[in-house]
């Protein structure tokens, strides 16, 4: 189980989380949504210890990302894709995928190949192996940083706003891939602001306003008139992104 | 009097052989300038203020002190030690920590300008920091830093020049063995400073084609 | 000759030699501005024939060996054209032409830094060719330029110790004298070396202070 209690981040005098409590069992898919500034960015950022906490534990699977100790077996439990792909610009795409995996994992090289081609083919990407990053779009660059992440054979996918740098045509097929992910069973934390595909594929969305949790609830309750709707900042939230 | 390159003809084994010597130091200097760099430029950005402290005075004093200094108080001061090496080896120890603390500025820069996003990447994936600086961090800055390190080395060949004054015969002290025995100073240093003059702008352009080949796949424009 | 200790004399010497280095340094730096500047001016005019010639002069001076080139005009000078030429005059000489090939690859990336636009605009004002470029150019190209001459000026003060090696008694080779006289190299390089640092660090201060004054400057006009 991943396990966020009562997590405060302080960035200068600003409260960017404030008493943030989240709970994921393995297999659910959690989108969080809120608008920019909410902190969203931030709490998956807490998560694979990118950021201190000023307050408040985050576990994953037992293992408490502010212990040094724990850190690291805690990072081997969770796989981050990044909104601006953040892949190696001097490593193929396929070393960009085996690099962790041989090192980390200690995976022999061939297998660690064996496995990143079988993810590349997963995605759409079976001939691009080594191709550089700047040599592929940014939806195709994405998808290679879904693979990364995926190499490590992660138990929760952390998903930070993976497709907004990305045209309407590549959202789609980055999307397309998170959906056969989500059917696949792989637990996924999914910071975004599609709002109608966290719809399709969450079991529950939670809302971060101002750095605070508002609504943590399963998505068909999110969406109704009494539930999420029934909250002022939520409906207001909701409306706005559906004009943009 | 007559501008003669012909008297040259039969000293040019001897100039050669003393191009080869001064291409041998040079090799040696610019892979130590950048191992030194490298350390160095890994000091410069470390966290520890002591570490930070001392490679900052050492880019900073030979930086500012000439060379030829530099080199005498190596040529005549190891031996004082009890260090015996010839004037080969002082000079490429002496060049490569001059090359040094300029390779250590491009290094440096070179890490500075890597996206943080990509080494948070690497962080979150559980590399430890001796494989993120060794398989990440290090290939991207030399990477970016060709160019720089390029001058570093364009310089190096002409200050190779100066070991000359420390009894070792490349090119320069070949060419003054040469001046004296034929007489002709004036013909053999014309054609020595074209010589290093074609030689240094043929480097420069195979530094910048190395460059454009090594960073085909850095550029990361965003789509 | 038997080896001796120091003496309070020896420090009159070093200030000697010092005294010389400066000298030759202030001197060399002077004349070297107002060639190089001479030259862009000249390159900027498009003196037909003079400015390709000076601008493969500048490149040949760049890119060769400031030792070489002294070796040129020292041995070659006096054996080619059948001239005297003192130690101090050849040094001269050399630096001079040297820091002027500097100075004009700066002068000429300066003006370019100046944006065509704005010379076109100002020319369809209908200022002349000398008007653009003592009230245009002029102002943001030599705001634009003191920071790289700023560095060229610490680099050719350590490059005044090769006139050492052609027998002009300045600070290193006073340091030479005073290592054969005590045979204590690490103390008498050290010295030197510190010499020449804080000479350099002093001409980067005051490099520093005018940039600040010139860049204020500047700015001011702009408005």
Redesign the interface.
């Known amino acids: 189980m991943l396990k966020a209690e009562n997590v405060r981040k302080v960035f200068g005098s600003t409260v960017v989380l404030d008493g943030v409590n989240l709970s994921v069992q393995p297999g659910e898919v959690v989108s969080i949504l809120g608008s920019s500034g909410s902190g969203k960015s931030t709490l998956i950022r807490c998560i694979n210890g990118l950021e201190k906490l000023d307050g408040g534990r985050i576990t994953v699977d037992e293992f408490d990302v502010s212990k040094p100790r724990e850190l690291a077996e805690a990072r081997k439990r969770s796989g981050t894709v990044f909104q601006l792909f953040n892949l190696y610009p001097h490593m193929t795409a396929l070393q960009n995928i085996t690099l962790a995996p041989i090192q980390v994992l200690q995976q022999p090289k061939a297998e660690a190949e064996r496995k990143a081609r079988a993810l590349l083919a997963q995605v759409g990407l079976g001939d691009r192996g080594d191709a550089y990053p700047a040599q592929l779009s940014g939806g195709q660059r994405q998808r290679v940083g879904i693979c990364r992440a995926l190499a490590m054979e992660p138990r929760y996918l952390l998903l930070d706003e993976v497709t907004s740098a990305l045209d309407p045509e590549m959202t789609a097929d980055v999307l397309g891939i998170l959906a056969d992910l989500a059917r696949g069973g792989t637990t996924m934390v999914f910071v975004t602001h599609e709002i109608e595909f966290a719809r399709q594929i969450s079991n529950r969305i939670v809302f971060l306003d101002k750095g605070k949790l508002v609504v943590d609830l399963p998505t068909a309750a999110f969406f109704s008139a009494k539930g999420g709707m029934a909250v002022p900042r939520i409906a207001q939230f909701l409306s706005k992104m559906r004009k943009d | 009097m007559r501008f003669d390159l012909s008297i040259l003809w039969p000293h040019l084994p001897f100039l050669w052989k003393g191009a080869v010597l001064s291409a041998e130091v040079c090799l040696l200097a610019i892979i130590g300038s950048v191992v030194l760099g490298a350390l160095v430029a890994i000091a410069r950005t470390s966290s520890a203020k002591p570490l930070r402290w001392l490679a900052l005075a050492y880019v900073d004093l030979f930086r500012n002190v000439p060379f030829l200094v530099q080199l005498f108080f190596f040529y005549y001061g190891l031996p004082e030690l009890g260090i015996y090496i010839d004037a080969f080896t002082t000079g490429v120890i002496a060049l490569s920590i001059a090359g040094g603390a300029f390779a250590s500025d491009a290094i440096r820069s070179g890490i500075l300008a890597i996206e943080p996003g990509i080494i948070e990447a690497a962080e979150v994936s559980g590399l430890s920091r001796r494989v993120i600086f060794t398989r990440i961090v290090l290939p991207i800055a030399l990477r970016t830093a060709i160019r720089p390190l390029g001058a570093v080395l364009v310089n190096m060949i002409l200050t190779s020049s100066i070991l000359s004054a420390i009894t070792l015969n490349e090119l320069t002290g070949s060419g003054r063995i040469v001046a004296s025995d034929t007489f002709r100073p004036f013909e053999v240093y014309a054609v020595l400073l074209v010589f290093y003059a074609a030689l240094t702008y043929a480097v420069s352009i195979a530094v910048n084609l190395l460059h454009v080949r090594l960073n085909r796949g850095i550029s990361q424009d965003v789509a | 000759m038997r080896y001796s200790s120091f003496t309070p004399y020896d420090i009159v010497l070093l200030l000697q030699g010092l005294g010389v280095s400066v000298g030759l340094f202030l001197a060399t730096s002077l004349i070297g501005l107002l060639l190089g500047t001479v030259w862009a001016v000249i390159r900027y005019y498009r003196v037909p024939g003079l400015w390709q010639l000076m601008s493969f002069l500048a490149?040949?001076l760049k890119?060769?060996?400031?030792?070489?080139?002294l070796?040129?005009v020292f041995?070659?000078?006096p054996?080619?054209?059948?001239v005297n030429m003192t130690p101090v005059e050849a040094a001269t000489l050399t630096l001079s032409l040297n820091t002027a090939a500097f100075v004009y690859v700066i002068a000429v990336s300066a003006v370019e830094s100046v944006g065509r636009d704005q010379i076109e605009a100002a020319r369809v004002f209908g200022l002349s060719r000398w008007q653009v470029l003592r009230h245009v150019i002029g102002p943001q190209a030599s705001a634009f330029a003191v920071g790289p001459l700023v560095a060229l000026l610490?680099n050719q003060l350590?490059?005044?110790?090769?006139i050492?090696?052609i027998g002009v008694v300045d600070l290193?080779k006073v340091?030479?004298i005073l290592?054969l006289r005590t045979l204590k190299?690490?103390i008498v390089?050290?010295v030197?070396?510190l010499l020449?640092?804080a000479a350099?660090?002093l001409i980067a201060m005051l490099g520093t202070r005018l940039e600040n004054r010139l860049r204020a400057h500047s700015a001011w006009k702009g408005l």
Not at chain 3, 63 to 69: G, T
Not at chain 3, 158 to 162: D, Y
């Open positions: 490149e040949l890119n060769s060996p400031v030792l070489v080139q070796f040129l041995f070659g000078f054996a080619f054209f059948r610490v350590q490059v005044t110790s090769l050492s090696v290193t340091g030479n290592n190299p690490f390089w050290t030197v070396g020449y640092y350099a660090k």
